[in-house]
């Protein structure tokens, strides 16, 4: 599945099936997620095989069932944590997705195991991603109109276009989609409205509008 294409069919799945991840889908997951460490500097773990966190209330009163592996999102304190854990959380859903793997991106709704993962002096868990066998491929989610996310209008280059539509499929808390995205002179200004999370959000919508735009980190102003 190419990258474009996981994008447009990930859906978040709350429900899934009780079948262990493919020893060859983890082995290529574990090695994206090394990857990811060593460029965003970050402590992202995968934990699996450790039902209790989704066996609590919280976790029954988000409809979540069935799930036993999900990733922890660990990284040095900072100002730019949560959107660098938004970041590369999102490369590791799509990546999770081309391997034939459902997901959902989770802020409260689990049970903290401390054995589960190591969190290192200074560090700090942001939030973790559900992952496994969906009992659905979940199903898509309304988007806001392009103006009302971005100052696109009739003289934007194309690739801006593209960059925006990708990330309204980009998945936000509550599915709040409180982004800005603004375009000047060649380069992007990205900024989080307020709410929940949005830091986070704001880390999945700018890795969304690299892939569809096809720019990389330079883009940002």
Same mark, same amino acid.
């Given at each position: ?13 709350? %429900?899934?099936?009780? %079948? ?9 997951? $574990? ?49 730019? &944590?949560? $959107? &660098? ?31 589960? @993962? %190591? /969190?290192?002096?200074? $560090?700090?868990?942001?939030?973790? /991603?559900?992952?496994?066998? *969906? ?16 100052? /696109?209008?009739?003289? =934007?280059?194309?690739? @801006? ?50 892939? *569809? =735009? ?8």
């Amino acid at each position: 599945m190419e990258i474009m294409e996981a994008m447009q069919n990930r859906h978040s799945v709350r %429900q899934y099936i009780d %079948q262990p991840i493919d020893a060859e889908c983890l082995a290529a997951l $574990e090695a994206e997620i090394d990857a990811c460490n060593k460029e965003g500097g970050l402590h992202i773990q995968l934990v699996k095989n450790e039902p209790q966190a989704f066996n609590s209330l919280m976790a029954h009163y988000g409809k979540f069932s069935g799930v036993s592996n999900y990733l922890a999102l660990i990284g040095p304190k900072s100002d730019h &944590l949560e $959107e &660098l854990c938004g970041y590369y959380g999102e490369r590791l859903v799509l990546k999770a997705q081309q391997l034939g793997l459902n997901s959902c991106w989770v802020a409260m709704t689990y049970k903290k195991i401390p054995a589960a @993962f %190591q /969190i290192g002096s200074g $560090e700090k868990l942001t939030v973790v /991603i559900a992952l496994g066998y *969906g009992q659905t491929p979940g199903i898509a989610h309304n988007s806001k109109p392009m103006e009302d996310v971005s100052n /696109i209008d009739d003289t =934007s280059p194309e690739w @801006f276009r593209r960059g925006v539509e990708a990330a309204l499929l980009a998945p936000t808390a509550m599915n709040q989609q409180k982004f800005m995205l603004s375009y000047r002179t060649d380069k992007v200004i990205a900024k989080a409205r307020r709410g929940f999370y949005t830091k986070i959000d704001l880390g999945i919508v700018k890795y969304h509008f690299e892939l *569809g =735009s096809g720019k990389d980190h330079l883009i940002w102003q």
